[in-house]
């Protein structure tokens, strides 16, 4: 991260307050390598930290107070701790503000803190499919963590923000990007097991093998909180139900035959899509750690793509386009990532090869008449930290 967005985040906050904030915390927006919509079917999941950060500058008050503001809107929301529930909160700083009601939520007593003054800055683009929501949340979440002396673990912290986002937001998404944004580590993606929460460190291994990660944000906004995302998960639950399984981590690639034969087409793709990526992960971790080298989960990458855009229907033209075109300029693999419907793709790209698929794919939105695209280079990073 630039010192500047946090040089930034401070000034920010002292020209808003007029004080001094009493620290800074920041926390990382993700990629998700492989694993797409496996995270709320207690599945698996590889996404890694990246180097764009949500920055908050805090400082304390002697009262009850919540004050809280972004870069992004002109607005400072003031709420008392007391009054502080999901019902009340909309728009924006219902993540923040969700968190600090999460936080009750897991037997944190709240009933005697200070009140805070909050002042947020990121360089993670937001809807882009970067996780933007985990970014502030896990930068929140720890700050309130440290400064209320809470006490509470990593793994602790990101369920309060997965909690803020599904109740507070109303977005029912899982634990992936909370997780990836607290317990990243420069180099290493974040290999989790939904079920367990138990996670591993597997290195990456990009920059010995001289390649990179390359996010190739479509502009295409999505939302979490309307249609499709609730959509895919309802017809995972009903797959499961129908299968006699208590979520679809229980049902493998052998099961699929029979899969087919009890649901209707549509439940079937749904059901294939996270079986086939389950078991996607699984690999795609069995090949880094056994030394395969990055350079051989392309296919992966590619096969996760098709599922998602045949079976799980997630994709958007935008994001078929970019990953068909940095395949072809010579991309090792490519795939949307995200919750789909919109934001990036990724790309796994040779150093040598990086400007010629950059160039080509936006010559290519270019011919299609889709808006440019904004490319750039992600690196493995560590996750949230006091700064
Ligand atoms: P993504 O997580 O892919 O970026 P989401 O729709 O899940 O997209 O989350 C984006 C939303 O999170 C924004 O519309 C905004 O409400 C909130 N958000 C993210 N970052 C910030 C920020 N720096 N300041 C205020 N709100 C933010
Ligand atoms: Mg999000």
Same mark, same amino acid.
């Given at each position: 991260?630039?010192?500047?967005?946090?040089?930034?985040?401070?000034?920010?906050?002292?020209?808003?307050?007029?004080?001094?904030?009493?620290?800074?915390?920041?926390?990382?927006?993700?990629?998700?390598?492989?694993?797409e919509h496996?995270d709320y079917n207690?599945?698996?999941?590889?996404?890694?930290?990246?180097?764009?950060?949500?920055?908050?500058?805090?400082?304390?008050?002697?009262?009850?107070?919540?004050?809280?503001?972004?870069?992004?809107?002109?607005?400072?929301?003031?709420?008392?701790?007391?009054?502080?529930?999901?019902?009340?909160?909309?728009?924006?700083?219902?993540?923040?503000?969700?968190?600090?009601?999460?936080?009750?939520?897991?037997?944190?007593?709240?009933?005697?803190?200070?009140?805070?003054?909050?002042?947020?800055?990121?360089?993670?683009?937001?809807?882009?499919?970067?996780?933007?929501s985990?970014?502030?949340?896990?930068?929140?979440?720890?700050?309130?963590?440290?400064?209320?002396?809470?006490?509470?673990?990593?793994?602790?912290?990101?369920?309060?923000?997965q909690?803020?986002e599904n109740v507070a937001v109303g977005a029912p998404t899982g634990?992936?990007?909370?997780?990836?944004?607290?317990?990243?580590?420069?180099?290493?993606?974040?290999?989790?097991?939904?079920?367990?929460?138990?996670?591993?460190?597997?290195?990456?291994?990009?920059?010995?093998?001289?390649?990179?990660?390359?996010?190739?944000?479509?502009?295409?906004?999505h939302s979490h909180a309307t249609g499709g995302y609730g959509e895919r998960r309802a017809a995972c639950e009903r797959g499961a139900a129908?299968?006699?399984?208590?979520?679809l981590?229980?049902?493998?690639?052998?099961?699929?035959? =029979?899969?087919?034969?009890?649901?209707?087409?549509v439940t079937? =793709?749904r059901?294939?899509h996270v079986?086939?990526?389950?078991?996607?992960?699984?690999?795609?971790?069995?090949?880094?750690?056994?030394?395969?080298?990055?350079?051989?989960?392309?296919?992966?990458?590619?096969?996760?793509?098709?599922?998602?855009?045949?079976?799980f229907e997630i994709?958007?033209?935008?994001?078929?386009?970019?990953?068909?075109?940095?395949?072809?300029?010579?991309?090792?693999?490519? =795939?949307?990532?995200g919750g789909g419907f919109g934001?990036?793709?990724?790309?796994?790209?040779?150093?040598?090869?990086?400007?010629?698929?950059?160039?080509?794919?936006?010559?290519?939105?270019?011919?299609?008449?889709?808006?440019?695209?904004?490319?750039?280079?992600?690196?493995?990073?560590?996750?949230?930290?006091?700064?």
């Amino acid at each position: 991260m630039s010192t500047d967005i946090r040089d930034d985040t401070r000034a920010g906050f002292t020209d808003l307050f007029g004080r001094e904030p009493e620290g800074l915390w920041s926390a990382p927006g993700r990629v998700n390598l492989i694993g797409e919509h496996t995270d709320y079917n207690e599945g698996f999941v590889l996404p890694f930290a990246i180097d764009r950060r949500t920055v908050v500058a805090v400082g304390l008050r002697d009262d009850r107070v919540v004050r809280v503001a972004s870069t992004i809107a002109d607005e400072v929301v003031e709420i008392s701790l007391s009054d502080l529930t999901p019902s009340v909160l909309s728009g924006w700083p219902a993540y923040p503000l969700g968190v600090v009601w999460a936080f009750s939520e897991f037997g944190a007593d709240l009933s005697a803190v200070p009140g805070l003054d909050l002042f947020i800055d990121s360089d993670v683009p937001l809807g882009a499919g970067l996780s933007s929501s985990a970014a502030i949340e896990s930068a929140v979440a720890l700050a309130l963590n440290d400064v209320w002396r809470l006490g509470l673990d990593r793994r602790t912290l990101a369920r309060v923000g997965q909690r803020a986002e599904n109740v507070a937001v109303g977005a029912p998404t899982g634990i992936m990007d909370q997780s990836a944004s607290l317990l990243g580590q420069v180099d290493h993606a974040v290999f989790l097991d939904c079920r367990s929460l138990e996670s591993e460190l597997v290195p990456l291994g990009l920059a010995e093998a001289e390649l990179a990660i390359l996010v190739i944000d479509t502009g295409v906004k999505h939302s979490h909180a309307t249609g499709g995302y609730g959509e895919r998960r309802a017809a995972c639950e009903r797959g499961a139900a129908a299968l006699g399984a208590s979520s679809l981590r229980d049902v493998t690639v052998a099961d699929l035959p =029979r899969a087919q034969e009890l649901l209707d087409d549509v439940t079937f =793709r749904r059901v294939r899509h996270v079986v086939t990526e389950n078991q996607r992960v699984l690999d795609t971790v069995e090949v880094l750690r056994s030394g395969g080298g990055a350079v051989a989960i392309g296919d992966l990458l590619d096969a996760s793509h098709r599922s998602m855009r045949d079976d799980f229907e997630i994709s958007v033209p935008e994001l078929d386009l970019a990953v068909e075109t940095a395949v072809q300029a010579g991309a090792i693999g490519a =795939r949307m990532t995200g919750g789909g419907f919109g934001g990036a793709a990724i790309a796994l790209v040779r150093l040598g090869d990086l400007s010629r698929v950059q160039v080509a794919v936006d010559n290519a939105f270019g011919e299609h008449g889709f808006g440019q695209p904004d490319t750039f280079v992600v690196f493995a990073s560590d996750g949230a930290a006091r700064n």
